[in-house]
C-alpha cells in the first residue's frame, strides 16, 4: 500500500506540474502554431521513435501550413511509406497533388532508385549503359557496401536538387525513425569517407579499373574515377549548402513526435542532444496517443472508486486497465513538461475511437496541432 500511495503522489504531482506550468504565460504554448506563423520557415523535419505518429503529424502540419503559405510539400523519406495510407490516395516518386487541397503535394523517395538512377546517368556518360560488368558498376557497388548509407546521401542530395527547383514555399520532411534521420544529418562526414575511399581505389586499382573500363566500353582509363569523384564532389556541394541552410533557425525546425511511455520519451531525450550537436533547432514535442488530455489521473480515480462497484465485472475490468494507462500516461507526460516545459512548445495529441485516414478526418485532427487543449478545465 505504501508503494502505491507514492505511485499516487507521484502521478498527482505530475499532473500538478502540468497545470502549474499552464497557467504561467511566459512559458512557450502548447501547440504548434509557432511553426505556422514562422513565415520564414522552409524546411519542418518530423521525426521520433518508429510507430508513435509521425506520418500523421507530417500529414497534419502540411494541412495547416498550407492555411497560410502559396505552396506547400510533404516528403515522406521512411523507407517504409505510409504517406499513400494517410492520405488514401497513391503517392509516387514525383509530386503529387493531394485531393481536396491546391496547393499541397506529397512525394515518396527511394533511396535505391535514385542510386540506380545516378548509376544509369554515369554509364550513358561514358558509353557504358547496359553493361553490368562495367567499372562503373563495381566502383558503385563498392561504395554503397564500404560507406553505410552513401547510398542515402547521394538520394537526399538528388531530392534537394529536385525539390529546389520546384518553388515549394515550405518542405514538411516525414522521415524515418529516429536512427536514420540522425544520419541524414550526418551526411557531410558520410560524404568525406566517400570522397576519401574513391580516392583510395583509385590510387590501388586505378590502372586496374581504368583498364577494364575501356576493355568493357566505359571510356578512357580513370574516367569512371574522374566521373564519380565529380558526382560526389557535387553531391557534397548540394548537401553543406543545404545543411547550412538546417543549422538556421529561422529556415530550419525539426518537430520531435513521441507517445506517453518510457522508451519513446528516452528518445525523444537523445533525438533533441543530437539535434542540439549537429546545430538544429528543436522547440516542438508533439505527444501522441494521450487518453483523455483535459482530464488527469486522479479526477478519473475518484470517479473509477465512486462508481465501480455499481459497474458489471467486465466493465470495472476494463475500467481499471484505462486507468492503470492513464496513470502511467500522467507519469511520462509530467516528466517530459519538467524536462521541455520551459523551452518546448509541448503539444498533446488525444488518442481517438478510430485511425485518422483520409483528408476529411486529418483536417479535423490537424485542428488539435494549434487549438491546444486546456489543461485548466
Known amino acids: 500500500t ?4 507514492e505511485t499516487v503522489k507521484s502521478e498527482i504531482s505530475s499532473i500538478e506540474t502540468i497545470v502549474k506550468m499552464s497557467e504561467l504565460d511566459d512559458l512557450p504554448e502548447p501547440s504548434l502554431v509557432n511553426i505556422v506563423e514562422q513565415k520564414t520557415l522552409q524546411w519542418v523535419f518530423v521525426g521520433g521513435k518508429g510507430g ?3 506520418t500523421t503529424t507530417s500529414c497534419c502540419l502540411g494541412i495547416q501550413l498550407a492555411k497560410t503559405r502559396k505552396k506547400v510539400i510533404i516528403i515522406s523519406t521512411d523507407p517504409a ?3 499513400s495510407d494517410a492520405f488514401c490516395q497513391k503517392i509516387g516518386r514525383e509530386p503529387t497533388p493531394i485531393k481536396g487541397f491546391d496547393n499541397l503535394s506529397a512525394m515518396e523517395i527511394d533511396a535505391n532508385d535514385d542510386v540506380e538512377s545516378i548509376q544509369r546517368t554515369m554509364e550513358q556518360a561514358s558509353g557504358a549503359e547496359g553493361d553490368d560488368n562495367s567499372g562503373i558498376s563495381s566502383l558503385m557497388s563498392e ?3 564500404s560507406i553505410p548509407g552513401i547510398d542515402e546521401a547521394m538520394s537526399f542530395s538528388e531530392l534537394m536538387k529536385q525539390v529546389q527547383q520546384m518553388d515549394y514555399d515550405v518542405v514538411v520532411f516525414d522521415t524515418a525513425p529516429t536512427g536514420h534521420t540522425l544520419r541524414l544529418l550526418s551526411f557531410p562526414t558520410i560524404l568525406e569517407k566517400a570522397l576519401g575511399k574513391v580516392m583510395e581505389l583509385k590510387d590501388r586499382f586505378g590502372g586496374l579499373i581504368g583498364q577494364a573500363s575501356a576493355m ?3 571510356g578512357s582509363p580513370g574516367q569512371v574515377q574522374e566521373m564519380l569523384v565529380g558526382r560526389l564532389e557535387e553531391t557534397r556541394a548540394v548537401i553543406n549548402k543545404v545543411n547550412d541552410a538546417f543549422q538556421n533557425p529561422a529556415l530550419t525546425t525539426f518537430v520531435c513526435v513521441c507517445i506517453p511511455e518510457f522508451l519513446s520519451i528516452y ?5 533533441v542532444q543530437e539535434l542540439s550537436k549537429f546545430g538544429i533547432d528543436s522547440h516542438n514535442i508533439v505527444i501522441n496517443q494521450v487518453l483523455f488530455p483535459e482530464k ?3 479526477e478519473l480515480g475518484e470517479w473509477f472508486d465512486a462508481n465501480k462497484s455499481g459497474l458489471p465485472r467486465e466493465a470495472a475490468e476494463m475500467c481499471a486497465k484505462m486507468m492503470a494507462r ?3 500516461q500522467d507519469k511520462y507526460i509530467g516528466q517530459c513538461f519538467d524536462l521541455y516545459g520551459d523551452d518546448f512548445n509541448v503539444t498533446l495529441m488525444p488518442l481517438l475511437d478510430h485511425e485518422v485516414r483520409g483528408t476529411e478526418k486529418l483536417k479535423d485532427f490537424s485542428e488539435s496541432l494549434v487549438n491546444p487543449v486546456d489543461l485548466e478545465e
Open 2 to 5: 505504501s508503494s502505491s500511495s
Open 52 to 54: 508513435v505518429g509521425k
Open 81 to 83: 511509406h505510409n504517406l
Open 143 to 145: 561504395l554503397t557496401n
Open 216 to 218: 568493357f566500353g566505359a
Open 267 to 271: 528518445e525523444t531525450e537523445r533525438l
Open 296 to 298: 488527469d489521473a486522479e
Open 326 to 328: 492513464k496513470r502511467m
